[in-house]
């Protein structure tokens, strides 16, 4: 009884979890969000950086297993409103802050001629 107790503690436990990924898919995040409204779907960003006039809000989560890495995403904000956005994957090990990558520039300004 002790164990199926514990195992289904455990269960509920994990499949209450859902990865970044599967919040930022579920999230509908796209271009013009404010800073506000992404935090309120995706949680407190692991690392907000202002350069010059833009806000960038990183997250950085382990998938549960450590199978596949870390996931990174960079939301990146002029003034509130959400004009850039990345996501890659880091398979080395280490603490997953550590794997943040310089933001493109170029990309982000290519993104504001799309806008």
Known sequence: MLRLVGSLVIFFA???CVNLGE?????????GDSQNSLIA???KPTRTEIQGEFTI???CT???AGVR???L????FAGDALIYQSNYINTKFGLCSSFFRPINWAEVQLSLIHI
Not at 23 to 31: N, S
Not at 73 to 76: A, E, G, L, T
């Open 73 to 76: 995403y960079d939301f990146v």
């Open 62 to 64: 382990t998938d549960d």
């Open 23 to 31: 919040k930022v898919q579920g999230a509908d995040v796209k271009d």
């Open 69 to 71: 890495g870390d996931a």
């Open 41 to 43: 779907r995706l949680g």
């Open 14 to 16: 994990l499949s209450a």
């Open 57 to 59: 809000l990183r997250y």
